[in-house]
């Protein structure tokens, strides 16, 4: 039973299953460089974004990776590269979360950096800890997200409560860079790290010419056998 499971895969066999389970989780769990589907499907209506998204689909890959434990146990180059990608996941949300303009995307980079820290549990081998993590940010997530059209009134509220503004501050590592580093790295924040680009130039264009590709091989096969054509005719 869970988690004294054993596998009998050996290290590389497990090295080149769990990066597979490892580019799968990443892609549901919003994980990089796959973060931006997330504050898109927020655009959606506030409980089911918040029961669905926020507590059950954001954790299916981290809870996937938790499940297959014993898998990951048997490779340390593989623990290596799932802490880094929960770190660098982590690092990155944190700072796109900072510069957001509305509430539901602010919620949802968070989520994908506590999701960060849940896999970097996991490659340390903390996965009660992970398991109790999972749990206590499903039920906080929901909350904030059903409260987030509140947002602005309770604001108001706890202004009104304490006299007073509240503090607008930063975290310190920010406040000792310099002016241009600050205006680059909000940048980079606020463009949620040139993800979307990133992947529009690197996966997709590439696969959409390889596909073309392969369609004038078929329409030239075609043309050369029997003078047929694989594309529909057009319209006049």
């Known amino acids: 039973p869970w988690p004294q499971g054993q596998t009998h895969m050996d290290a590389w066999t497990s090295l080149t299953v769990g ?17 931006g589907w997330l504050p898109r499907a927020m655009e959606g209506p506030t409980p089911s974004s918040a029961v669905f998204y926020g507590a059950l689909s954001i954790h299916l890959g981290a809870y996937l990776l938790l499940r297959l434990g014993p898998v990951f146990s048997e490779s340390v180059l593989l623990r290596v590269l799932m802490f880094g990608l929960g770190a660098s996941t982590a690092i990155f949300a944190a700072m796109t979360s900072r510069v957001q303009t509305d509430v539901k995307s602010a919620l949802a980079y968070s989520s994908v950096c506590q999701v960060g820290i849940i896999v970097m549990e996991i490659a340390l081998g903390l996965w009660y800890l992970a398991l109790v993590h999972i ?4 039920f906080l997530r929901s909350l904030q997200l059903l409260r987030a059209p509140t947002l602005l009134r309770d604001y108001r509220t706890l202004e009104n409560a304490i006299g ?20 680059q790295w909000y940048r980079f924040a606020l463009e949620r790290g040139y993800m979307d680009s990133m992947i529009d130039h690197l996966m997709l264009k590439p696969f959409c010419r390889l596909f073309k590709t392969f369609e004038r091989i078929e329409d ?8 047929r054509s694989s594309r529909p005719p057009q319209d006049s």
Not at 135 to 138: E, M, R, Y
Not at 170 to 175: A, C, I, L, N
Not at 220 to 227: C, M, N, P, S
């Open 19 to 35: 990066i597979l389970l490892l580019v799968a989780a990443s892609g549901k769990s919003g994980l990089i460089p796959f973060s």
């Open 135 to 138: 749990i206590g940010h499903a």
């Open 164 to 183: 007073g503004r509240l503090a607008n501050g930063q975290p310190m590592w920010v406040s000792g860079l310099e002016k241009n580093r600050q205006v």
């Open 220 to 227: 030239y096969w075609l043309k050369a056998l029997d003078g």
